[in-house]
């Protein structure tokens, strides 16, 4: 893959991923050149199977945690790499710490050495189980650093300082971007997370798995929004962390009835323990992004949930043409 003088690289860690994936499109959509680096331990080559044909996009099947080698020019640094879903981080808890440290050192190591823009994917989860609400960019979190879910929470935390200190020390140009819950197309049906879990279950005529009470709220933010606030946040001057999600807010009852309004699911929902450490509000202050960024969602949940709908369904048809 060769770049003109003018045309813009950018490496895409996590690459093959659901939300590394639809990054990569965009790129490509906006004239970059693109590398995409994965270890498809949780991406999927599925997802980046529309770019591999495309002279400005490069694969290659890397574990970012040991090295991250590339040739040539790199104006622009996404790190996406990492386990994302409860499902996989639970089952890799190892492999996620390792990721959020070594491999965002990784990461910005390869930024210092091309002296590129470096973006890195943190999380709402940052902010743990919140008792502030909705969460601005201000509040430090209420963690367990000890608990199941705190291999994922502080590996994001640590790898957030640690591009905080490459800005501070190295003069490294970064970016921090805190995504709250996300959804739409390339999502894995089997990856645990409530929208692809529900659309799964309605589907099979099976109940809707809700945890704890229903009572728990989420905000849900298509993917087509995030990645485009994620580029805005890509071409700005703004190093410290800003959270991109849609803030309209819900339980997570409400949403399950959304979901089977919307498929003509007959399911019932049935009620399940809450895990431990499971956050009890999820919802993003984008007051920061809408002022710096210009940025807001666009998509409304019904009209994204039906995109996302018809790609489960579809899928669904794929693997059972009989069906």
Request: hydrophobic content about 40%.
């Amino acid at each position: 893959m060769t770049a003109t003088a003018l045309q813009p690289v950018s490496v895409v860690t996590g690459g093959a991923g659901f939300l590394g994936s639809h990054l990569c499109d965009l790129l490509i959509g906006k004239g970059h050149r693109v590398v995409c680096v994965d270890n498809l331990i949780t991406g999927n080559l599925e997802n980046i199977r529309q770019l591999r044909e495309n002279p400005g996009f490069c694969f290659i099947e890397q574990d970012v945690t040991k090295s991250i080698t590339v040739d040539g020019p790199v104006h622009f640094i996404f790190h996406f790499a990492s386990p994302a879903s409860p499902i996989d981080y639970l089952k890799l808890p190892i492999q996620t710490l390792k990721v959020g440290a070594l491999g965002t050192h990784n990461a910005l190591g390869l930024a210092r050495a091309k002296q590129s823009a470096f973006l890195l994917a943190s999380t709402s989860e940052v902010y743990g189980d919140p008792l502030v609400h909705p969460q601005p960019e201000s509040y430090w979190g209420n963690v367990n650093p000890i608990g199941p879910r705190g291999v994922y929470d502080e590996a994001k935390r640590f790898a957030e300082a640690l591009t905080m200190a490459y800005h501070r020390f190295h003069g490294i140009d970064t970016k921090i971007v805190r995504i709250f819950n996300t959804y739409g197309p390339r999502m894995r049906p089997n990856d645990g997370r409530v929208v692809p879990s529900f659309i799964k279950q309605a589907f099979e005529g099976v109940p809707l798995s809700v945890f704890g009470d229903g009572h728990q709220t989420r905000s849900f933010c298509y993917v087509s929004d995030l990645i485009r606030g994620i580029f805005a946040l890509s071409s700005s001057q703004i190093h410290d962390p800003v959270n991109i999600g849609n803030p309209r807010e819900m339980t997570v009852d409400e949403f399950a009835r959304k979901i089977l309004e919307l498929t003509g699911s007959q399911s019932a929902v049935e009620y399940h323990p809450l895990p431990v450490d499971d956050p009890k509000t999820r919802q993003p202050d984008i007051t920061r992004a809408k002022a710096l960024l210009k940025w807001e969602p666009e998509v409304v949940l019904e009209q994204g949930l039906q995109l996302t709908i018809s790609y489960f369904r579809q899928l669904t048809q794929i693997r059972n043409p009989m069906a």
